[in-house]
T-cell receptor
């Protein structure tokens, strides 16, 4: 069964450093998402991406964040200058059609630790 | 604005007992509702979803949920708990008609423990 994959599984970085989290969505999916889950808190929507552009973003997704689909398979989340409060589990998701009615499939997550 | 409330951050049941995980939502338009399960060190897996068809939705692993508009609820149940059901369960809502691209709004999650 096709699945969403994410690398790395755990990333440790120093405050102020740039990090790139990578995701490979399911191959025939068109909609891509990033969510994050701070330890002990709820899963929060960050951004959705369709047709090579951001279609929606939350207030969390400020200028420090960016997303890109550099080729036909990868979907990346970049944090330019990490802060301590960026420490969280980051989940990538994808769906074939417009989600809501269509299922979003989630990857296993990348645990980001900012020191 | 959409929101989801899950009552009880931690539920403990005995093996073979009924599982009931509560979820209430608020939405300005007819919602799509979801239950996801997260096993330790794994991603979120869809258990079931409500998309305005039948109000009683059956999912994987023997779980089901009933959409009750009058109560704005979407509680998850399973008649008989199994040890392998121990995990964290998330209820989520999505509003495609509201102009959103269908991003999911999650509840805080309920951790289910199953005692032998």
């Amino acid at each position: 069964e096709p699945e969403v994959t994410q690398t790395p599984s755990h990333q440790v970085t120093q405050m102020g450093q740039e990090v790139i989290l990578r995701c490979v969505p399911i191959s025939n999916h068109l909609y891509f998402y990033w969510y994050r889950q701070i330890l002990g808190q709820k899963v929060e929507f960050l951004v959705s991406f369709y047709n090579n552009e951001i279609s929606e973003k939350s207030e969390i997704f400020d200028d420090q964040f960016s997303v890109e689909r550099p080729d036909g398979s990868n979907f990346t989340l970049k944090i330019r200058s990490t802060k301590l409060e960026d420490s969280a589990m980051y989940f990538c998701a994808s769906s074939r059609g417009l989600a809501g009615a269509d299922t979003q499939y989630f990857g296993p997550g990348t645990r980001l630790t900012v020191l | 604005a959409q929101s989801v409330t899950q009552l009880g951050s931690h539920v403990s049941v005995s093996e073979g007992a009924l599982v009931l995980l509560r979820c209430n939502y608020s939405s300005s338009v007819p919602p799509y509702l979801f239950w996801y399960v997260q096993y330790p060190n794994q991603g979120l897996q869809l258990l079931l979803k409500y998309t305005s068809a039948a109000t009683l939705v059956k999912g994987i692993n023997g779980f089901e949920a009933e959409f009750k508009k009058s109560e704005t609820s979407f509680h998850l149940t399973k008649p008989s708990a199994h040890m392998s059901d121990a995990a964290e369960y998330f209820c989520a809502v999505s509003e495609v008609d509201g102009g959103s691209q269908g991003n999911l709004i999650f509840g805080k999650g309920t951790k289910l423990s199953v005692k032998p």
